[in-house]
């Protein structure tokens, strides 16, 4: 069983930077891949960003740019830099994690980001 715990969320002006922060616990971190995804009301949820257990990186195009995860495997940790945010980065963002070669994904309970003046 894995349990992740989103932090770093929080109210940024147009422009600004925020850090997600995801802390898994319970299982091989390194075993995992690892995504980053949003969900904005009324809205689908969408994978932003996602890295492979072998830290290979994909993202939306919308983010391209602007956003980078990384993981430390050590430290069971995955992170979501945004840089030069927008109005239409406001979500809930959600970290999970997936199994390599399973369908197995376990998902954190989402931070709340929210871009505004």
């Known amino acids: 069983q894995v349990q992740l715990v989103e932090s770093g969320g929080g109210l940024v002006q147009p422009g600004g930077s925020l850090r997600l922060s995801c802390a898994a616990s319970?299982?091989?971190?390194?075993?995992?891949?690892a995504g980053w995804s949003r969900q904005a009301p009324g809205k689908p949820r969408e994978l932003v960003a996602s890295v492979t257990n072998g830290g290979s990186t994909n993202y939306a195009d919308s983010v391209k740019g602007r956003f980078t995860i990384s993981r430390d495997n050590a430290k069971k940790t995955v992170l979501l830099q945004m840089n030069s945010l927008k109005p239409e980065d406001t979500a809930v963002y959600y970290c999970n994690l997936r199994r390599i070669a399973t369908t197995t994904t376990y998902w954190g309970q989402g931070t709340q980001v929210t871009v505004s003046s």
């Open positions: 319970g299982s091989i971190f390194r075993l995992y891949n």
